[in-house]
Every structure is written in C-alpha cells, then in structure tokens.
C-alpha cells in the first residue's frame, strides 16, 4: 500500500532542499569569481576562497541531504500519481522525479570534481549543460504541479505541503 502523502520528513526535505537549490543556481557569484581567478592564473585571495566556499558548502549539503532523502524515499515510498491524470503524463511525472534526484547528486558531485580535484572538464558540464538541464527539469516539474493545482484540480501540491488529503 503506497501512502496518501508524503511524510513530514520528506516534505521537509523537499522545501529545504529547493531553497538550497535555488541559492546555488541564483548566487553563483562568489564561486564563479574564484574560478575565473584560477583559470587567469591570478592570486586567489582567502577572502576569494570564503565566498566560493559558500557555494561549495550548500552544494555539498545538498548532496548529503539528497542521500537521506533518497533512503527515506526507498523506505517510505511515496503517493502515487492520481488517476486523474493520462498514462503518459504520470510516466512523464515519473521520469521528471527520477532525473531531479539523479541531478540532485550528480550537479555535487561534478562540483566537487571541478572544485577540489582540478578536473575541467566536470567544471565546464556543472556550469553548462547540466545546469540547463537542472533548469529545465525545475520549470517542467513546476509547471506539472500548477497544472495539478488548477487544471486537475488534485491534491498533488497538499501531500507535499499541509498533507491533508482526503
Ligand atoms: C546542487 C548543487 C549545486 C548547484 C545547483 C550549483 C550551481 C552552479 C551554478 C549555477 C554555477 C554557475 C555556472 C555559470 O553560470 O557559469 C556553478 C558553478 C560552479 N560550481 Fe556549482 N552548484 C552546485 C554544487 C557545487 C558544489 C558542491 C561545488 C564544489 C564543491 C560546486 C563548484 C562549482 C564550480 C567550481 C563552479 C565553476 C564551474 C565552471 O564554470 O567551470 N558547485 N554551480
Ligand atoms: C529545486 C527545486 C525542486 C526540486 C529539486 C524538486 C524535486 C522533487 C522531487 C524529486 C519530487 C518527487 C518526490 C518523490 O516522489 O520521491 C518532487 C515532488 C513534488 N514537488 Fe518538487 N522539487 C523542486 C521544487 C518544487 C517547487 C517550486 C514546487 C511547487 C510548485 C514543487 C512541487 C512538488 C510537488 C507538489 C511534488 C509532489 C508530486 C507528487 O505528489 O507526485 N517542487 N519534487
């Protein structure tokens, strides 16, 4: 039997997690700045190293964050997707969730490569193309929860926040 919402744990995770989320994708500045540093060849200062630790400190909490999330999910389960909505579209859901996790540890990891380890190429895919990808993933997945809340009108967007569904 797959619960009727998530559970309190779960939707903490999911909210605190999003706002880490959107403050690493929104403020990369200070990370950014170091990078740029490195990559000229010009000195780094500790003031320089403090702020790019910003960045690296959140994204390795979200990493952390996204393996206890990733268990609970394993030992909790999850609601399933209402019946309301076509096959295809739950697949879609489905699929979306599945590379919004698969991103939550592989955008750390490729920072960690880039940031502790040297390795360029893992630097040029965080900052590019799975950053788009990220974006892209969060704007559908935000647009299928409106389109629950006002066009299926199901309670998706309850059993992920108050949870109290019928
Ligand atoms: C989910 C977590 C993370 C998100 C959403 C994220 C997001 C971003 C964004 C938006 C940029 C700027 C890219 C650009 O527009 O040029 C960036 C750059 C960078 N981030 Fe992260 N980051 C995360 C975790 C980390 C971690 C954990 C580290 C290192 C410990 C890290 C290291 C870097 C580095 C080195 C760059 C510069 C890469 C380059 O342009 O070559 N990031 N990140
Ligand atoms: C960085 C931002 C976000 C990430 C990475 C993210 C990730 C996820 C993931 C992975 C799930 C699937 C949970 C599971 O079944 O195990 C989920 C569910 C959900 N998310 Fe997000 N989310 C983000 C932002 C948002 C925002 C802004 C909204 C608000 C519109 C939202 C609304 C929901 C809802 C309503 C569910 C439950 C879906 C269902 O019951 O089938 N999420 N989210």
Known sequence: MSPLRYSVPQRILH????????????????????NSLVRRGETVTPEDVASANIHAYVGIAILALAVVRI???????????PVEEPAALRLLAKVTHGLLYVFL????????????????????LHGGVMKLVLWLLIVAHVAGALVHQFYWKTNVLARMTHGRVA
């Open 71 to 81: 268990i609970l999910r394993l030992v909790q389960g999850a609601p399933e997707p």
């Open 105 to 124: 540890l592989a955008m750390p990891l490729g920072g960690i490569a880039a940031y502790y380890f040297g390795v360029e190429i893992a630097g040029e």
């Open 15 to 34: 909210w605190g997690m999003a706002l880490l989320i959107f403050f690493n994708l929104l403020f990369p500045g200070g990370m950014e700045h170091w």
